[in-house]
């Protein structure tokens, strides 16, 4: 089975922190995905990477940057924690395999609060 | 734009019954097509994933995908209390590589 772990299921923060959500996949896969969900807006995709040191923006990355150094592990970075980024943050990983599309698997998210 | 379509529900249905979870999209070339269950504060588990036409079967779960009318439904036979969560469809955008699209999901409660 796959295993992706974010290091923390709960965590506050205050306004201007900077923050670190860390993310490891187990399964060696290439791509990797930070998502945040808030009520009523679904699931936006903040950046990806499909491979070490590599990473692309998503639809919402203000606000935010990612480091990935190694393969299995994806970190997303909040540079100055503001309350408007409080909601659950999810990593994701899949296999980067063209020809069968594979699917996104998560891990079991990071409730962030900021005050 | 790229648009994954859902009815955000609430849908109910009696224990038993067939509960029907529907999903369109924008994008006609699009090939790959996932189904997401997620319980309230829980990260989104995946059920099935479908890449041809027609149906595909898996125990409960019947995943239906109609290319041609950018299409794709989630049926559950015999539901359970234990189903009742929010579903989220996914599609794969032929332009987007590795990123999925995800709707905003239809919340399904199984009365018992």
């Known amino acids: 089975d796959v295993k992706v772990t974010q290091s923390s299921r709960y965590l506050v923060k205050r306004t201007g922190e900077k923050v670190f959500l860390e993310c490891v996949q187990d399964m060696d896969h290439e791509n990797m995905f930070w998502y945040r969900q808030d009520p009523g807006l679904g699931l936006r995709l903040i950046y990806f990477?499909?491979?070490?040191?590599?990473?692309e923006k998503g639809d919402i990355p203000e606000g935010y940057s990612v480091s990935r150094e190694k393969k299995e592990r994806f970190s997303l970075i909040l540079e100055s924690a503001s309350t408007n980024q409080t909601s659950m943050y999810l990593c994701?990983?899949?296999?980067?395999?063209?020809?069968?599309?594979?699917?996104?698997?998560f891990g079991d998210g990071t409730r962030l609060s900021i005050l | 734009q790229k648009e994954v379509e859902q009815n955000s529900g609430p849908l109910s249905v009696p224990e038993g019954a067939i509960a029907s979870l529907n999903c369109t999209y924008s994008d006609r070339g699009s090939q790959s097509f996932f189904w997401y269950r997620q319980y309230s504060g829980k990260s989104p588990e995946l059920i099935m994933s479908?890449?041809?036409?027609g149906d595909k079967e898996d125990g409960r779960f019947t995943a239906q995908l109609n290319k041609a009318s950018q299409y794709v439904s989630l049926l559950i036979r015999d539901s359970q209390p234990s189903d009742s969560a929010t579903y989220l469809c996914a599609v794969l955008f032929m332009d987007s590589s590795y990123k999925l699209i995800f709707g905003s999901g239809t919340r399904l409660l199984v009365r018992p």
């Open positions: 479908i890449y041809s036409n």
């Open positions: 990477s499909y491979d070490v040191k590599m990473k």
């Open positions: 994701a990983s899949s296999r980067a395999d063209r020809g069968t599309h594979q699917p996104q698997h």
